[in-house]
């Protein structure tokens, strides 16, 4: 595992939104309100730690997170601003709607949001080697050699 780095100022428009939503899933940024469904979302599809750094995410006015919703359950989610500044994730969708660009469509809509939000670069962290080519297909992310643990290594468990 390691961190990818990703250009937002080279970012092509890409958007999966209109497919989504003709399949019956919307890309939202979720509100106070919405903060126990996002979190029991996450709690019972990723765990605890996810769920923990998804709180963080919600906190902000406007959030650093969007979340898709299908039948008006959450689905799916995307955080940043989380771990550290300039940072993506975590992400996840849930396992049977998975391959279908819900991910890539939260991934597209937080990568946009931080670049409005005057970043020139978002750090990916922690990127699992089963991602790393998502995220090299989705917005051309590179390895950022010698980044493991980075952020994350004052977590209790390193």
């Known amino acids: 595992m390691s961190d990818m780095l990703v250009?937002?100022?080279?970012?092509?428009?890409?958007?999966?939104?209109?497919?989504?939503r003709a399949w019956g899933v919307a890309?939202?940024?979720?509100?106070?309100?919405d903060k126990a469904r996002v979190l029991q979302f996450v709690r019972e599809n990723f765990?605890?730690?996810?769920?923990?750094?998804?709180?963080?995410?919600?906190?902000?006015?406007?959030?650093?997170?969007?979340?898709?919703?299908?039948?008006?359950?959450?689905?799916?989610?995307?955080?940043?601003?989380v771990a550290a500044k300039n940072f993506f994730g975590p992400?996840?969708?849930?396992?049977?709607?998975?391959g279908k660009k819900i991910g890539a469509a939260l991934l597209h809509r937080c990568m946009n949001a931080m670049h409005q939000d005057g970043y020139g670069y978002a750090i990916i962290g922690w990127a699992s080697d089963r991602a790393v080519p998502f995220y090299q297909r989705e917005v051309n992310a590179v390895a950022i050699e010698g980044s493991f643990p980075g952020e994350y290594g004052n977590m209790v468990e390193q």
Not at 55 to 64: D, R, V
């Open 47 to 81: 765990g605890d730690g996810w769920a923990n750094e998804c709180e963080c995410a919600l906190i902000p006015t406007p959030a650093t997170c969007y979340i898709a919703v299908k039948d008006k359950k959450v689905v799916g989610f995307a955080c940043y601003d």
């Open 91 to 98: 992400t996840g969708v849930r396992e049977d709607l998975r």
């Open 27 to 33: 890309i939202k940024r979720p509100v106070s309100v």
């Open 7 to 20: 250009k937002l100022y080279d970012l092509k428009p890409v958007s999966y939104e209109e497919d989504l």
